[in-house]
């Protein structure tokens, strides 16, 4: 009987455990890159480095697929043919959410 109650201890101790648990939120990389050199007396890499500073954007490094964008509004020209923006998603929902400076789309898994 005493094994039981051992055991049932030990589940409930995991059990709160982990719904305690808070999974860590993804880092955001808001405040330290920028489309400028120098942000607030500290130097940031401009767009041609973000791919050495973060691995996850090796591709910036080389001019492929390039996130963020830098959009200088000052050239911008109104075009009114063109059509809207149309997401091929497959059937999964798309959620989309302003973070400051971006927007971030996620879809759903299948």
């Known amino acids: ?14 059990f709160i455990v982990c719904i305690s648990a808070q999974p860590n939120p993804p880092k955001i990389h808001e405040g330290w ?14 767009p041609s480095f973000w791919g050495l ?3 996850a954007w090796n591709l910036c490094s080389v ?7 830098n959009i200088e509004t000052s050239h911008m020209i109104f075009d009114p043919f063109l059509t ?9 929902k798309v959620t989309t959410h302003k973070c ?3 927007l971030e789309s996620l879809l759903s898994a299948y």
């Open 100 to 102: 400051k400076h971006t």
């Open 53 to 55: 500073v973060n691995s």
């Open 33 to 46: 890159w920028a489309y400028k050199e120098v942000v607030q007396g500290s130097f940031v890499p401009v």
């Open 63 to 69: 001019g492929k697929r390039q996130s963020p964008v």
């Open 84 to 92: 809207p923006i149309k997401l091929n998603t497959g059937g999964r």
């Open 1 to 14: 009987m005493d094994i039981i109650w051992e055991i049932l201890i030990i589940f409930q101790a995991n």
